[in-house]
């Protein structure tokens, strides 16, 4: 069973502050990794992908593999109220083409 | 450019009918995905078509669902017999490459009385 594990949160900080979230997955055969921010009664969108072991950033966020340890986490910086929603973590695993999909951290961005 | 569309947005029907759902790809896409998500749930796989290649049924629930993709493009999810436990929002993604980013429709919300 391919697992992909996010704690649901929700996870509450300051406006302003660094916000992290993490997700784990089992099968250490996995190639691609993609955070999803998903707003209350909205579709996913796509934050940010990455592939390679270390960091990637983009703008306010960045992504962080570590494919020995199996995680992925998604920090945000200057988090903003806007930024309050639903992320989710994908993982395509053993070469699937079918990511899987953690359940989802609940962020609350608080003024 | 356009992006994924779906129809209708919204859906209300009576316990053992049939609805059709419809999934408008982004254009070249040969990927696509559906999905259902229950409220405060995650995203249950359902099906994937990749280009003419057979399709991955390996996350349909019952024989009541059953999807098609007609000429590469539109694709149509069918459940038949709906029950109360069918109702969630259904979302379609495509995407360029099959391990590449998936870009989501608006969902269609499925409610079954």
């Known amino acids: 069973q391919k697992e992909v594990e996010q704690n649901s949160g929700p996870l509450s900080v300051p406006e302003g502050a660094i916000a992290s979230l993490n997700c784990t997955y089992s099968?250490?055969?996995?190639?691609?990794f993609f955070w999803y921010r998903q707003y209350s009664g909205k579709s996913p969108e796509l934050i940010m992908s990455i592939y390679s072991n270390g960091d990637k950033e983009d703008g306010r966020f960045t992504a962080q593999l570590n494919k020995a340890s199996q995680y992925v986490s998604l920090l945000i910086r200057d988090s903003q109220p806007s930024d309050s929603a639903t992320y989710l973590c994908a993982v395509n695993q053993g070469g699937s083409y079918i990511p899987t999909f953690g359940r989802g951290t609940s962020l609350i961005v608080h003024p | 450019g356009a992006g994924v569309s779906q129809s209708p947005s919204n859906k209300v029907t009576e316990k053992g009918k049939d609805v059709e759902l419809r999934c408008d790809p982004i254009?070249?896409?040969?990927?696509l995905y559906w999905y259902r998500q229950s409220l405060g749930q995650g995203l249950e796989f359902l099906i994937y078509f990749q280009g003419n290649s057979a399709p991955d049924k390996s996350g349909l629930p019952s024989d009541r669902f059953s999807a098609e993709r007609t000429g590469g493009s539109v694709s149509t999810l069918t459940i038949q017999r709906t029950q109360q436990e069918d109702s969630a929002v259904y979302l379609c993604a495509s995407s360029g490459d099959s391990a590449d980013t998936q870009y989501f429709g608006p969902g269609t919300r499925l409610t079954v009385l």
């Open positions: 254009s070249g896409h040969t990927a």
């Open positions: 099968d250490r055969v996995s190639q691609s």
